[in-house]
C-alpha cells in the first residue's frame, strides 16, 4: 500500500491586497452578478474573465425551467471568450455571488463540470488560469491553476 498527499495551495487576500487589474476583475465579477439570470435558485453568480490581450468578459448563470438545460456563470463567460476570440489566452478568471440581498460571505467557488471546462482552457493555451473566489468579507481566495484544484484529473493527455 501506499499513500499519495496532494496539496492545493490557496492564497487568500484581501480585496485591498489585490493588483489592479485583479480589483477589476473582481469589480466585473460582482457586476455581472446582476445581470444573472436565476429566477429559480435565486442564486446570482457572475464570473469575469481577463484576456492575455487586457479584454475583461463577463458572464452570469443563465438558468432554465428545464434545469439542467441552464449554464454557470464560469462557462457562459468562457464559451462566449472562446467563441469570439479564440486567439486569447485566459490569464484569470474572478468568480462573486450574490444571494438573499447580498454577496455571498461563503467564496463562490467553481463547479465540477466548470472546472472541467476551464482545465480544457488551460490544455488548449498552454497557460495557467489563475482563480480568484471573492466574498464580501472582501477575502479573495486565489488558486494559481484550474489544475491546481483539480489533482489526477481527465485531460487531453489520455486521449494521446
Ligand atoms: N452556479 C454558477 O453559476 N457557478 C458556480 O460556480 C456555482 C453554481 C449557478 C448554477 C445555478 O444557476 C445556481 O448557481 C445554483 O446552483
Do not use: W
Request: aromatic share 10%; net charge neutral.
Amino acid at each position: 500500500m501506499k499513500q499519495i498527499n496532494l496539496i492545493t495551495k490557496i492564497t487568500v487576500y484581501s480585496y485591498e491586497e489585490c493588483t489592479e487589474i485583479e480589483k477589476k476583475l473582481i469589480d466585473a465579477a460582482k457586476q455581472a452578478t446582476f445581470n444573472a439570470y436565476a429566477p429559480y435558485s435565486k442564486f446570482h453568480v457572475g464570473a469575469a474573465l481577463q484576456l492575455e490581450n487586457g479584454k475583461i468578459i463577463t458572464g452570469n448563470n443563465q438558468e432554465n425551467a428545464a434545469y439542467p438545460s441552464g449554464l454557470c456563470a464560469e462557462r457562459t463567460a468562457v464559451f462566449y471568450a472562446n467563441a469570439q476570440y479564440p486567439d486569447q489566452k485566459i490569464k484569470a478568471i474572478a468568480v462573486a455571488a450574490y444571494y438573499n440581498g447580498d454577496f455571498t460571505n461563503d467564496l463562490v467557488s467553481p463547479c465540477g463540470s466548470c472546472r472541467q471546462v476551464l482545465l480544457e482552457v488551460e490544455s488548449r493555451y498552454n497557460s495557467p488560469v489563475k482563480i480568484l473566489m471573492y466574498n464580501k468579507n472582501n477575502e479573495v481566495y486565489v488558486a494559481e491553476s484550474m489544475s491546481s484544484l483539480m489533482p489526477l484529473s481527465f485531460d487531453k493527455k489520455a486521449l494521446d
